[in-house]
């Protein structure tokens, strides 16, 4: 039975995965949220129906359009086979089907929102702002959070990502973007208390030795944009899997 279920979770990480994929110019776009498609943006190709199938049109092509031969972003391989790891790796964590399928999805979006935040240096409200209400709405659905701990989780969440964005701003315009800021409101939502203290505290410190190696190397310099919604999402997923234990180890 075990075998069936991370089959059926990895299957369908794949699926959201490729969904997403397919969603995402929209999210960072003025256009309509309901309209034509697009699988390549250089010759405005819309999808297909093979391109609805998980890595097929992807593979047909060689990673290329088939109008105009554009190399497609690696994100059309990394999303769907991203999000059927990331179902199948919650699958195991909460060794539950519905609590492991919950998992996979807001995983996957934080997988998302990392690969916004790269490409277009831009943490869509599109993908935030629902997001957060899906994580309200479905708050009970989780085996060892209640609705008051996500709830305390969204609130705390909200209070650290002020307290951080102002004690950024001596460093400049940027150092700490509203993006972020709604990004750990996701994870507050998403995590719940306590562990969205750890997911904020793995993604700071992760962000922080990365820019740190960075600059010393001289990839960087401070003046340089370097994205913190990635450090964030990382830690977002850290503590979804693992923050009550990660918390019950840090009080011993």
Known sequence: MMEVEIVVAALLGLGFGQVLDLLFARFYSDEPAFGPLYRCQACALQVRGIDCV???????GLGRCP?????????????????????????????????????????????????????????????????????????WGWPDNSVVDVLAGGGVAVAIAALLL????????????????????????????????????????????????????????????????????LGAVIALFWGPQIWDWYRG
Request: hydrophobic share 55%; with cysteine; proline share 7%.
């Open 67 to 139: 109008e105009c031969r554009q190399a497609l972003p690696l994100r059309a391989l990394v999303l769907p086979l991203g999000g059927g790891a990331l179902f199948a790796a919650s699958y195991l964590v909460f060794d539950e089907l519905g609590p492991g399928l919950l998992g996979g999805l807001f995983a996957t979006i934080f997988l998302t929102l990392t690969l916004t935040d790269l490409e277009r240096r831009l943490l869509p409200n599109r993908i935030v702002y629902p997001s957060i209400l899906l994580a309200a709405a479905l708050s």
């Open 166 to 233: 102002l004690v950024s701003l001596p460093f400049g315009r940027g150092a700490f973007g509203l993006g972020d800021v709604k990004l750990i409101v996701l994870m507050g939502f998403v995590t719940g208390l306590p562990s969205v203290l750890i997911g904020v505290f793995v993604g700071t410190i992760a962000g922080a030795v990365a820019a740190a190696i960075l600059i010393i190397a001289g990839l960087r310099t401070r003046r340089d944009y370097i994205p913190h919604g990635p450090f964030l999402a």
């Open 54 to 60: 998980p890595l097929a049109g992807y593979i047909a």
